[in-house]
C-alpha cells in the first residue's frame, strides 16, 4: 500500500502572510497559471501526496503556497453532490478544465472512429461490432473478477465460458457470475431504471455461490463493514452505518435516473460519481466493487451515444492499475472528500483502453489485406469466418470446434455447423472426424499466415 501524505492546512497556509496569497492568486499571475498545470492536466489529478515532489516548480514559492492555490481554485469550480460523507460533509466533484478535456476525448472517440467503428450505427449494429462486444463482456468478466483477487487466467476464462464449462473454483464461479452479469446487464437492466431492487439484483448475480453466507446475496449489510489492506491489514475505510443506508441508497438511484440536457454534470462524470458513492457505502456485505463497476456500466450504456463502451473491458486497465485504484478512492477522503481523483482515474482508465482498442481494430483491418490476398471467397465471408480465420492466423496451434464456436459467437448450432463446414468447403478448414468433430487449418490458410507474420516483421 502507497503511504497517503494529508495535504496541509490551507487555513494555516493563509494565517501567516495573506497579502502573499493575495498576490499568487491574482488573475494575471503566471506563477498560478504554471502551478495549476502541474496539479490538473492530461497526466493527472494530483493529490498533495505527489504534488510536493513536482519539478519545476515556480521559484519562490513553496509547496504548501502552491497547494492552497490549487485547492482554493478547485473549490471554486467545484459542484456538491447530493451525497454526504459520514462526517455530514458535502461530497463534491471539481468541474476543471482537466476534466471537462478529458471527458471531450472520451466521448469524441475520434481514436476509435479512426480505427473504423462507425460513428453513427443505426439501430442494428453490424455482426462484427456485436463480436467485439461479446469478447469484450468475456474480458471485463475476467479482469473484474482479477480487481477481487481471483486467481485465473484469461484463457482458461474465456475457454470456460465459451465451452460452458461448469467453474471448476471460487475465482471462475466470480468470472463466470460476472459473464452473467454482463448478458443480463445488455439484455434486461440497461432497460430499466435504477432502484434499490434491481441494485441487490446485480449484486446476488455477481456474488452467488462466491460469499460464505447466501444470506449476502442480494440483500443490504445490517451490520459493520471494513475495507482493509490486503498487505498491511489495516482498515482504511468503514462504511457508513446500516441505519443510513435505506436514505443512502435511495439518493444513489436518483441521482442515477436523473437526465436533463441542462445537467452541469456529465454522463461519464455522473458514472464516474456512481462508482465511487456505492464504493463509499458499502452497502453490501461483499461485492461492492463488483457491484460498482457494473453501476458504472449501466449509467453509460443507457445512453445510446455511448454504445461504442460495450467494446470495451475498462476493468482491464484498471487491474493493471489496482494500487492507483485504491489510491484514488483515499486522495478524495484524505482531500476533504473531492471524488475528482476516482472520476479522473476511470477516464484515464477508459483512453487506455480505447487506445488499446483502436490498436487491436488497426491490426485487424492489415490481417485482413492479407486474407484477400490469399482467399479467393474472401467476400463471401461473414464477420464470424472472418475472426475465426484472423485467430487461426495468428494461433499457435489452432482448433475448432461447433460447440466453442457456438457458444463464442453466440449463435445456434445449425449456424455453427453452417459457419464451419463452408470454410471446409472453400478449401481453408480440414474436417477432422471424432467427438467433437474438430477443424484445423489447411494449408492455403498456412501459407497467408506465413505472408502476414512476414509483412509485420518487414514493418
Given at each position: 500500500m502507497s503511504r497517503i501524505i494529508d495535504p496541509p492546512s490551507i487555513r494555516d497556509t493563509l494565517a501567516g502572510n495573506p497579502d502573499r496569497m493575495l498576490q499568487l492568486l491574482g488573475r494575471l499571475s503566471p506563477d498560478k497559471e504554471r502551478i495549476l498545470q502541474i496539479a490538473d492536466s492530461a497526466a493527472g489529478y494530483l493529490h498533495w501526496t505527489d504534488f510536493r515532489h513536482k519539478r519545476p516548480f515556480p521559484e519562490g514559492i513553496t509547496r504548501e503556497e502552491g497547494w492552497a492555490i490549487v485547492r482554493l481554485h478547485r473549490s471554486s469550480v467545484a459542484k456538491r453532490l447530493p451525497f454526504q460523507s459520514k462526517a455530514g460533509q458535502s461530497i463534491t466533484v471539481a468541474l476543471t478544465d482537466g476534466l471537462h478535456a478529458a471527458v471531450r476525448r472520451v466521448s469524441a472517440h475520434r481514436n476509435l472512429i479512426r480505427a473504423g467503428i462507425p460513428e453513427n450505427p443505426h439501430s442494428e449494429l453490424p455482426e462484427e461490432m456485436r463480436t467485439f462486444g461479446l469478447k469484450a463482456l468475456i474480458d471485463e468478466?475476467?479482469?473484474?473478477?482479477?480487481?477481487?483477487?481471483?486467481?485465473?487466467?484469461r484463457k482458461d476464462a474465456r475457454r470456460m465460458i465459451r465451452e460452458e464449462a461448469t467453474p471448476r473454483d471460487h475465482s471462475e464461479r466470480m468470472i463466470l457470475n460476472n459473464y452473467r452479469a454482463g448478458k443480463k446487464m445488455a439484455e434486461q437492466w440497461i432497460h430499466e431504471p435504477m432502484s434499490p431492487a434491481l441494485l441487490c439484483e446485480i449484486q446476488k448475480t455477481l456474488t452467488e455461490e462466491t460469499l460464505e453466507d447466501p444470506a449476502d446475496w442480494g440483500q443490504f449489510r445490517s451490520g459493520p463493514v471494513h475495507v482493509v489492506d490486503e498487505q498491511t491489514q489495516e482498515v482504511v475505510h468503514t462504511g457508513p452505518d446500516p441505519d443510513e443506508l435505506p436514505a443512502r441508497i435511495e439518493q444513489l438511484c436518483e441521482f442515477a435516473n436523473y437526465e436533463n440536457s441542462d445537467d452541469p454534470v456529465p454522463v461519464l462524470v455522473r458514472a464516474c460519481l456512481l462508482h465511487y458513492q456505492l464504493a463509499y457505502d458499502h452497502p453490501f456485505g461483499d461485492g461492492n466493487g463488483r457491484t460498482a463497476r457494473w453501476l458504472f456500466l449501466w449509467r453509460l450504456l443507457?445512453?445510446?451515444e455511448y454504445w461504442w463502451v460495450a467494446m470495451l473491458s475498462i476493468s482491464r486497465m484498471t487491474s493493471q492499475g489496482r494500487q492507483d485504484y485504491y489510491d484514488s478512492f483515499r486522495f478524495a477522503q484524505s482531500d476533504g472528500d473531492d471524488a475528482t481523483y476516482l472520476v479522473r482515474h476511470q477516464l484515464a482508465a477508459m483512453e487506455r483502453e480505447m487506445d488499446r482498442f483502436a490498436r487491436f481494430l488497426t491490426r485487424r483491418r492489415d490481417l485482413r489485406i492479407h486474407l484477400r490476398e490469399f482467399i479467393p471467397r474472401h467476400e463471401d465471408l461473414n464477420s464470424r469466418q472472418t475472426a475465426l480465420l484472423e485467430h487461426a492466423m495468428n494461433a499457435k496451434e489452432p482448433v475448432y470446434t461447433q460447440p466453442v464456436h457456438r457458444a463464442f459467437h453466440d449463435v445456434t448450432q445449425p449456424t455453427a455447423r453452417e459457419d464451419l463446414e463452408r470454410l471446409v468447403t472453400w478449401g481453408l478448414?480440414?474436417?477432422?472426424?471424432?467427438?467433437?468433430?474438430?477443424?484445423?487449418?489447411?494449408?492455403?490458410?498456412?501459407?497467408?499466415?506465413?505472408?502476414?507474420?512476414a509483412a509485420r516483421e518487414r514493418d
Open positions: 468478466a475476467y479482469y473484474s473478477a482479477v480487481i477481487e483477487g481471483a486467481v485465473s487466467t443507457r445512453c445510446p478448414l480440414e474436417r477432422r472426424e471424432g467427438r467433437p468433430i474438430r477443424y484445423i487449418p489447411t494449408e492455403l490458410l498456412a501459407q497467408a499466415r506465413r505472408a502476414h507474420h
